[in-house]
């Protein structure tokens, strides 16, 4: 393994060190390892927080700011963040009009906000709400599993909902509006090497030159099938097709072309070069586009393709304006 | 049937005794139960549960508990605060829902032991939403309690009846090997998670193991 690290027990406290130095937007609780805006929101504003295990970059902690998110709880390298963590952002962050709880569908990310708000309930004061994004199509999505991955989708989400709460929205109409985009948003990823976790000092699988894994989560968890390593274009139908079985995806959408972390924005852009005339063919009109590594899966190299059908309000949120280390733009 | 005190009663000095050959266990198969992991989840279970019982052997000597509920309240909140995962509610609630159980007391006979154990994994089934077959912990977990209420119904001493838990829990891990997952991250691999012997079924049996080992 040959990584800028210092220690692998160290890895989250010294990135977390980094991000404080980077961006003087954010404020690190260093104790609980979370993410705050500097300059918190006005009072009686929905506050919307976020968080998951770390090695996802930018999300989430990049997409603490303006428009978008006011804290993030950074847990250790892919695993998730504890209670007390989610518990002491959603006190600090509340403005009085409660907090949204965005979580990724995986088990420990949904056993830990649930416990969080169990004892946010308990000790009273803020009302919280929860959506749990599951956009991942590579998962069966039946009632004997835990459910579809929350993926990709959780990214355009946090965008398009933390314009929502910045605009004023109350907490019933953001966390309505949460359900809708995740209700409209899928995703399919691939792998063409396995990541490397500080921790474990070596590749959580074995994938050979001449193979692809088709249908990967965000951790290094195996796919949905392993096959040889093909073109572009064969590999941008082998995730649009996943996507466009899944759900109808004709209309207005906005579109993600993700890197996992390890794949060059040449490469990124080529992909996207492919998906997007396959898209357009299936009748998406692409209204908005994302390239490039928003929700990644530390040194993995390959990528993911998310679509979120988009009504005009979700894409007016979109459009608004963003200030994060992630996201930036009309403002 | 002639047992000495120290065998036939859970006390203090046991239970402290069991967390410390936990911890032992765990960060003697760290690598192995990482190894587990990343056959079929994300490569994280031996790091997170080691820090887990380091954080706690720390609480447990800073706190210096004097009854048993006092001590696994402490034992929960401390891994739930510092495994994270699914691991951390899990094991949290096991010995949360345990030392409520347990009550205000200093020691427990086998029929309370057996309690207490039954009730850990009531909280673990509520939190995970989880049960027998599904390929996680608790699979090693709900056969050891079996097992040791079994004993101590046949009125085996609590040595005898740790060491069968111990040995059922070993079975229900091995037993997950071909399964496929329904619970946690293995499950959205589906068929490609037979196979490999769940990663909480691995240390949940180094619990029981534990359990065995201060007992006798």
Not at chain 1, 22 to 30: E, F
Not at chain 1, 170 to 199: K, Q, W
Request: glycine residues 12%; charged residues 20%.
């Amino acid at each position: 393994m040959k990584k800028l690290i210092n220690a692998p027990e160290s890895v989250l406290a010294d990135a977390l060190k980094g991000v404080e130095a980077a961006d003087r937007s954010v404020r690190v609780d260093h104790h609980n390892r979370v993410i705050y805006r500097a300059e918190p929101k006005a009072d009686g504003k929905v506050a919307v927080i976020s968080g998951g295990g770390s090695g996802h970059e930018p999300m989430h902690g990049g997409f603490v700011g303006y428009g978008m998110l006011d804290a993030a709880c950074a847990g250790e390298v892919f695993t998730s963040p504890t209670p007390d963590q989610m518990q002491a952002a959603t006190k600090e962050v509340d403005r009085g009009a409660g907090v949204l709880h965005i979580v990724k569908n995986y088990t420990g990310d949904v056993m830990n906000f649930e416990m969080a708000a169990e004892f946010a309930a308990a000790e009273a004061g803020v009302e919280v709400a929860t959506v749990v994004t599951n956009d991942d199509v590579a998962v069966q999505d039946s009632l004997y599993t835990a459910g579809r991955r929350g993926v990709g989708v959780t990214v355009l989400l946090e965008k398009i909902v933390g314009a929502a709460a910045e605009e004023g929205r109350d907490l019933a109409a953001v966390t309505d509006l949460a359900h809708r985009v995740n209700d409209g948003g899928r995703s399919m990823g691939m792998a063409l090497t396995s990541c490397t976790v500080p921790a474990a000092g070596k590749p959580t699988f074995d994938l050979p030159e001449d193979q692809m894994e088709i249908g990967i989560g965000i951790h290094g968890e195996p796919g949905r099938h392993r096959v040889p390593l093909a073109p572009a274009k064969d590999i941008a139908a082998q995730l649009v097709e996943p996507i466009l079985a899944d759900s109808d995806m004709a209309g207005p959408a906005i579109v993600m072309l993700n890197g996992m972390g390890g794949s060059p924005l040449l490469e990124l852009y080529l992909m996207f070069g492919e998906v997007a005339p396959l898209l357009e063919k299936a009748g998406v009109d692409v209204a908005r586009t994302l390239v490039g590594n928003y929700i990644t899966s530390l040194d993995m190299a390959g990528c993911s393709l998310t679509v979120l059908r988009a009504d005009d309000d979700m894409i007016t949120l979109w459009d608004a304006p963003v200030q994060t280390a992630g996201l930036r733009w009309g403002r | 049937m002639v047992d000495s005190d120290d065998s036939s009663l859970f006390t203090l000095d046991t239970a402290k005794d069991w967390l410390d050959r936990f911890d032992a266990a765990v960060h003697e198969h760290k690598a192995h139960l990482t190894e587990l992991d990343s056959a079929i989840g994300d490569a994280d279970h031996g790091s997170n549960m080691a820090r887990g019982v380091t954080a706690v052997n720390q609480a447990v000597a800073g706190a210096a508990p004097d009854t048993l509920d006092e001590m696994f309240k402490l034992v929960g909140m401390t891994l739930v605060s510092s495994v994270g995962g699914a691991s951390g509610p899990l094991y949290g609630t096991f010995f949360l829902r345990f030392g409520v159980d347990a009550g205000a007391t200093e020691s427990l006979d086998g029929a309370g032991l057996a309690a207490a154990l039954q009730a850990g994994l009531g909280g673990v089934a509520a939190r995970g939403k989880a049960e027998q077959g599904d390929k996680t912990m608790i699979d090693a977990m709900a056969p050891a309690l079996e097992s040791f209420a079994a004993a101590i119904e046949a009125g085996d001493s609590l040595r005898d009846a740790a060491r069968a838990a111990a040995e059922a829990a070993a079975k229900g891990r091995d037993a997950t090997e071909p399964w496929e997952a329904r619970k946690g991250r293995a499950s959205y691999l589906g068929e490609r998670s037979a196979g490999h012997i769940d990663p909480g079924a691995a240390s949940t049996t180094l619990l029981f193991e534990a359990l065995a080992a201060a007992q006798s």
